[in-house]
């Protein structure tokens, strides 16, 4: 009986070449350091929305308040850029 042409074309696995490079690993303080930034941010700005008027130093600062807090985000996510 003739064979299919299947299987007359049987292609070999492709197999990548093993890599010689250790795979890359976040330093220990960055995930820690990540996290406090950004939870501070968000804290920082929901304190000063619920109770801003009421603490001597937001007060003086204004709107500058969200500065301070979007601040505190946006370095949480230029670490968690790094992160492996």
Known sequence: MPKSRND??????????PSSEKPKVSPRWLA???LTFGI??????????IAGTQIPYMSDLG????????????????LSTRWH
Do not use: D, E, H, S
Not at 63 to 78: E, Q
């Open 8 to 17: 007359r074309k049987k292609k070999a696995v492709y197999t990548p070449p």
């Open 32 to 34: 820690p350091t990540m």
């Open 40 to 49: 501070l941010g968000i804290l920082w700005i929901a304190v000063y929305y």
């Open 63 to 78: 709107n500058w308040n969200l500065l301070v807090g979007f601040g505190g985000i946006i370095i949480c996510v230029i």
